[in-house]
């Protein structure tokens, strides 16, 4: 079983729609959670971090239910610039060390 | 004034050759990161360095052998190219490798090295 999983999609929504993507990851000691973003041959970039709480970044919001080893990221009114491959990233680190892994990704495609 | 800058871009050779990837960040952070993103987009830690000092390794081949000669620097040589080389290596930095909490989650990338193995 991979450590990250994510549906790659990819998903093709109209702008405006909301859209909602998923992860489950492996490993119940994971401390801490985040989603990137990584456009067409470029490098990834940090989207959000996930709080145990949840949290909302303007369009974007993102839940953490560590019972169920699960995120979500979820984009309301998307917009053409949305278009990227979505990565799920936990940090399975231990003895005071970051390891971040990444999931696969999940493709949206927004079009007019 | 690039802040994770990788050299070179791309690199064409054949199987069996050695190459080398440089990386250099200027945001002073104290931990530096290897990752490869291949066909299939799947992106996989390799390395880490906190400080000049290995942290992570991932079960790669010993024909993979990074060097840190400074907190700012961290290289990758690859010895007796395969085809399954072939991939886009991306450099990365973070503020500290100490420590789970989410501010010290983001890893600022270079723009990565394209290789290809004929």
């Known amino acids: 079983r991979k450590e990250v999983e994510q549906d790659p999609g990819p998903f093709n929504v109209p702008e405006g729609a909301t859209v909602a993507f998923n992860c489950t990851y492996s490993?119940?000691?994971?401390?801490?959670f985040f989603w990137y973003r990584q456009d067409c041959r470029k490098e990834p970039k940090l989207l959000m971090s996930?709080?145990?709480s949840g949290n909302e970044d303007g369009r974007f919001t993102a839940q953490l239910n560590r019972a169920s080893q699960y995120i979500s990221l979820l984009i309301r009114d998307s917009k053409l610039s949305d278009s990227a491959t979505y990565l799920c990233v936990v940090n399975t680190g231990s003895g005071g060390y970051n390891k971040l892994i990444f999931g696969a990704g999940t493709r949206l495609a927004v079009h007019p | 004034d690039t802040a994770v800058s990788q050299t070179p871009k791309y690199l064409v050779t054949q199987m069996g050759n050695d190459k080398s990837i440089k990386c250099e960040q200027n945001l002073g952070h104290d931990t530096m990161y290897w990752y490869k993103q291949d066909s299939k987009k799947f992106l996989k830690i390799m390395f880490s360095?906190?400080?000049?000092?290995?942290?992570i390794n991932e079960t790669v081949p010993n024909r993979f052998s990074p060097k840190s000669p400074d907190k700012a620097h961290l290289n990758l040589h690859i010895n007796s190219l395969e085809l399954g080389d072939s991939a886009v290596y991306f450099c990365?930095?973070?503020?500290?490798?100490?420590?789970?909490?989410?501010?010290?989650?983001?890893?600022?990338f270079g723009e990565g090295s394209r290789l290809t193995v004929l």
């Open positions: 490993n119940s000691a994971s401390q801490s």
């Open positions: 360095y906190n400080n000049k000092e290995l942290i």
């Open positions: 990365a930095s973070s503020l500290s490798s100490l420590g789970l909490a989410e501010t010290t989650g983001e890893l600022f």
């Open positions: 996930v709080y145990s």
